[in-house]
């Protein structure tokens, strides 16, 4: 398997648009989580999902933050409007089961930027 | 609520031990975590221990858990220009493995 895939890998977008993160994750994993990684805050919890149905999104910042997950296979992020308080990078991250020392992949992250 | 606070930063020498260190607030958390995180990668699970050891050693890994003090550490023995990466300690949320609190992370570099 490829891992846990991402795109795009960069975007730069203009405050007030729409952005779209991407994630595919392993094949077989029952849970797929969403994470934002900034300097100020570190590495937030924005959301996770399991068999495909969203069990937690209290992470999540603000209405201008959606996430869906239509299949087992792919998962996306949406901000709109953007807003240059959004640049961070996201990671996605899939684990299979709950057990507590089952190791949660993730995958390469999305550096976005907006300015 | 939970809290997992870190130093920011520590610099070695190749062939030294490190020492990364770890105080969490949740004193129900039943398993901790170290997490790895290269540059411009995600994050890899290193090792975790489960709250009724206080050591846990794997290869150049040592874990050291002091329950009472809510102190957890990372030992790196030998350490290698490999190992220059953020460091992160980790506990879950209320008891729920899903959701974990994750420290600022501690950047390690390993100079010759």
């Known amino acids: 398997d490829a891992g846990v895939i991402q795109s795009p890998r960069h975007e730069v977008t203009e405050m007030g648009q729409e952005v779209t993160l991407r994630c595919k994750p392993i094949?077989?994993?029952?849970?797929l989580f969403w994470y934002r990684q900034t300097m100020m805050r570190g590495l937030e919890l924005l959301i996770y999902f399991n068999n495909n149905v969203p069990i937690d999104d209290s992470g999540m910042p603000e209405d201008r933050f959606s996430a869906k997950m239509p299949n087992a296979s792919f998962s996306t992020l949406k901000i709109q409007p953007s807003e240059p308080r959004d640049s961070a990078v996201y990671f996605c991250?899939?684990?299979?089961?709950?057990?507590?020392?089952?190791?949660?992949?993730f995958g390469q992250g999305t550096r976005l930027t907006v300015v | 609520g939970e809290d997992v606070e870190q130093s920011l930063f520590l610099s070695v020498r190749e062939g030294d031990s490190s020492v990364i260190n770890c105080t969490y607030t949740d004193s129900s958390s039943t398993y901790l975590y170290w997490y790895k995180q290269e540059p411009g990668a995600g994050l890899q699970l290193l090792t975790y221990i489960f709250s009724n050891m206080d050591m846990k050693q794997d290869q150049r890994l040592t874990v050291l858990l002091n329950k009472k003090d809510k102190h957890l550490s990372l030992r790196i023995a030998d350490t290698q220009t490999g190992d220059s990466a953020i460091y992160f300690c980790?506990?879950?949320?209320?008891?729920?493995?899903?959701?974990?609190?994750f420290g600022a992370g501690t950047r390690l570099a390993v100079h010759p």
């Open positions: 980790a506990e879950p949320f209320s008891g729920g493995y899903n959701k974990l609190i």
């Open positions: 094949s077989g994993h029952d849970y």
């Open positions: 991250a899939s684990r299979t089961g709950s057990s507590p020392y089952t190791e949660a992949f």
